[in-house]
């Protein structure tokens, strides 16, 4: 019985989920999120009020689960090293309230499909709304859109954003120099965390 206990807690732990957690808290079509350590996560965190900069969607290969992300490019990543990059190994997992209706096998599949497509695409440092460059939450918006039709998060503007702190301009300025494209369509994490067709069903964040 301890052998059993031990090897169900190695599991686990290998897996990146910790054991206070169901056997069903991470599906295929899951949304993850964290606060990123990269140069960019403050400037993200202040510009749209949240502090979650970085996202992607959880699928499953032979492997086991990994997150499909857009960070130096589209690509997976093992889950269980996606969490353990992020700030405090903290995180947040999110899902469709109807899942079971609408992500099916022949869903998912078609999911993985429009995210293969995307893969090995340069992350997009400027945020344009176009597939030449892709950004996180971008990437798993229209992973989305394309397969289910559903449009997961509020799309707005880069004016709608909170601007004003030095670290933001100083990060548009380096990015944009003079030429803010205000009008461009975006996408933020936070838009696609406070969506109301998405429901928690695990988390990791500090006490």
């Known amino acids: 019985m301890i052998r059993t206990l ?6 686990l732990l290998s897996t990146g989920i910790n054991a206070q957690t169901k056997p069903d808290s991470i599906r295929e079509g899951d949304l993850i999120f964290q606060t990123s350590l990269s140069a960019q996560s403050k400037a993200i965190q202040l510009a749209t009020q ?17 997150v499909l992300e857009a960070i130096s ?3 997976r990543t093992p889950l269980a090293q ?23 096998p022949v869903m998912l599949v078609k999911m993985k499909s429009e995210g293969q497509q995307l893969t090995g695409r340069a992350y997009d440092l400027t945020f344009e709304w176009s597939d030449t460059q892709i950004y996180c939450s971008e990437l798993i918006w229209k992973i989305y859109e394309r ?5 997961i998060g509020k799309l ?3 004016r709608d954003f909170d601007l004003s702190n030095d ?13 803010v494209p205000m009008n461009e369509t975006v996408i933020s994490p936070v838009s ?12 990791k964040e500090p006490v």
């Open 6 to 11: 031990l090897i169900i807690a190695g599991f």
């Open 147 to 151: 397969s289910t039709g559903l449009r």
């Open 192 to 203: 696609i965390f406070n969506s109301k067709l998405l429901k928690t069903v695990n988390l």
């Open 50 to 66: 949240s502090k979650y900069s970085h996202c992607g969607i959880i699928f499953k290969d032979k492997n086991g689960y990994y």
């Open 82 to 104: 996606w969490i353990a990059r992020g700030q405090g190994k903290n995180f947040v997992v999110k899902r469709l309230k109807n899942a079971d209706q609408v992500l099916n």
């Open 167 to 179: 670290i933001v301009k100083k990060k548009m300025k380096a990015r944009y120099e003079n030429r």
């Open 73 to 75: 490019q589209v690509k």
């Open 156 to 158: 707005e503007k880069l």
